[in-house]
């Protein structure tokens, strides 16, 4: 079992930035943030593979969003800069195993935090 528990959300205007983070009781092979606005379906914005660091990022969040990892605390970071209302969203770190095709969905990852709330106003 992994569990994992992000911070970090809250509200900010247009423009600004944000940093969540994604503690996690281990890291697995590749670790990701998906979002959920209201509404519409849970979507994959970022995701990194764990052994190298390399990353993939969705088309609406690439140039601004940066997902990183810290091995030593077993922390998952999203920096989000020049925030757009249209971010506004539940975003949730998950885990995997396995190798998790693109697009992302939610049944290849095992493993979920609770989600933690980004507001942008404008």
């Known amino acids: 079992q992994v569990q994992l528990v992000e911070s970090g959300g809250g509200s900010v205007q247009a423009g600004g930035s944000l940093r969540l983070s994604c503690a996690a009781s281990?890291?697995?092979?590749?670790m990701s943030w998906f979002r959920q606005a209201p509404g519409k379906e849970r979507e994959g914005v970022a995701r990194?593979?764990?052994?190298?660091?390399?990353?993939y990022y969705a088309d609406s969040v690439k140039g601004r969003f940066t997902i990183s990892q810290d091995n030593a605390k077993n922390t998952l970071y999203l920096q989000m800069n020049s925030l757009k209302p249209e971010d506004t969203a539940m975003y949730y770190c998950?885990?995997?195993?396995?190798?998790?095709?693109?697009?992302?969905?939610?049944?290849?990852?095992?493993?979920w935090g609770q989600g933690t709330q980004v507001t942008v106003s404008s």
């Open positions: 998950a885990a995997t195993n396995y190798f998790p095709p693109i697009p992302a969905r939610v049944g290849d990852y095992s493993y």
């Open positions: 281990r890291y697995t092979v590749y």
């Open positions: 990194i593979y764990t052994p190298t660091g390399g990353t």
